[in-house]
């Protein structure tokens, strides 16, 4: 069976330190390895519209951003499939067929929709296309016959509810549709970043997020103003580094030559840890190193993404270029689907031939 991923994000704000540590590094880390037959990676634009149907023109600004962000992270287009969701109508095709092997409860069950709708106060009116949107989900992994979906956690009852799919799918209308199953970041803090707010989640939807484009004097304001442990008031105060984003964040980035070159009285993270956990250790030192590692970290992102923002015609291209191919591949497993289904009536002669006979 061949190798195949697909992953995405949706176009409804530029890229932040939670994509690159929960899926980017990840899928540019397996492009790069080789070990994959095809890469397809999805702006999800029709998925986007799904809770921001009266807001076109942010989606518009915001497919090209996104495409921006994956080039300066090293998403090579010669090696990854780039392409537009809403450029691929085979996907809404196999929607609406898979739509019909989902109960409404099932999609009411779904924990991140369930907190999604909570988040934009949808609980008195969500619109049918949001809470159906794992369904579409499906139908964009397994359009192109992923077996592999590079995501944050937050993703996982989305991958569960497509391998229920493609397991009533095969079983109903026989083998035809690949299981997918999701890949999470090793490092456990990177699983669902939090925000620079302390929130569960950094997201663009709650304005709490370091932007992978942000300048260097942005990161500065944006890590110098984060949350930490609101009890550590005095530097002699023992602090809590649990539910503190700016250790989450060290955890997700800092390695041990990060200390050497920019704190070297300390050995690496545990001994900083300690030093905050039993009291003398101020809050600003600690912000300083992760705005040190955050700079180091975003300053060759924010340069290539320079370079192809000079080249925005060329960006268009690669995602012309990307949609297209795409396309041809989902047209390939719909034609698949409709044959598994019997829906494929002018290619079956066999129902051609009876019916001519039934009627002769
Ligand atoms: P929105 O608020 O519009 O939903 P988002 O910030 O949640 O935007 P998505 O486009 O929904 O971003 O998510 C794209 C991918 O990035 C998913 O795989 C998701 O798991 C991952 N991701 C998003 N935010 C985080 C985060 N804070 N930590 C780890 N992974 C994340
Ligand atoms: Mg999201």
């Known amino acids: 069976m061949k190798k195949i991923i697909l992953t995405g ?38 998925q986007a519209l799904t809770d921001n149907a009266d807001n076109i023109e942010k989606i518009r600004e915001n497919v090209i951003e996104v495409a921006l962000d994956y080039l300066a992270c090293g998403i090579d287009p010669k090696k990854s499939t780039i392409f537009i969701q809403s450029q691929v109508p085979e996907l809404c095709e196999l929607s609406f067929y898979y739509s019909n092997l989902v109960t409404l409860s099932r999609l009411q069950r779904n924990p991140t929709v369930k907190q999604e709708i909570k988040l ?6 969500i619109p049918v296309g949001f809470l159906t949107y794992p369904i579409s989900q499906a139908a964009d992994i397994t359009a192109f016959l992923a077996d ?13 509810q497509t391998r229920e799919i493609v397991r009533s799918f095969n079983s109903t209308y ?73 250790f989450i964040y060290l955890s997700a980035f800092a390695k041990d030559e990060h200390f050497k070159k920019y704190l070297p009285e300390y050995k690496n993270l545990d001994e900083l840890k300690a030093h905050y956990e039993r009291g003398g250790l101020g809050d600003m030192k600690v912000k300083k190193f992760l705005n040190d590692i955050l700079q180091e970290v975003l300053e060759p992102i924010r340069n290539k993404r320079c370079e192809y923002q000079k080249n925005i015609k060329e960006v268009y291209e690669i995602l012309y270029n990307g949609s297209k191919k795409a396309r041809e591949k989902a047209i390939l497993t719909t034609s698949k689907v409709k044959e598994a289904m019997g829906i494929n009536y002018f290619e079956d002669e066999d129902l051609i031939k009876k019916h001519i006979e039934k009627y002769q």
């Open 120 to 125: 934009r106060d949808f609980e008195t009116s």
């Open 9 to 46: 994000d949706r176009p409804t704000g530029r890229l932040h330190l939670g994509h690159f540590v929960g899926s980017l590094s990840q899928r540019v880390m397996l492009q790069n390895s080789d070990k994959y037959d095809e890469i397809y990676i999805e702006i999800a634009d029709a």
């Open 174 to 246: 026989g083998n035809t549709l690949v299981e997918p199953k999701a890949v999470l970041p090793e490092n456990e803090n990177c699983l669902r970043l939090p925000g620079i707010d302390g929130k569960a989640k950094m997201s663009k939807s709650l304005g709490n997020c370091i932007y992978l484009a942000d300048s260097p004097e942005e990161i500065k304001r944006k890590v110098m103003s984060m949350y930490t442990d609101p009890n550590h008031l005095k530097i002699e105060d023992p602090g809590n580094i649990k539910d503190n984003p700016v």
């Open 148 to 160: 592999t979906v590079p995501v944050g956690d937050d993703q996982l009852p989305m991958i569960e």
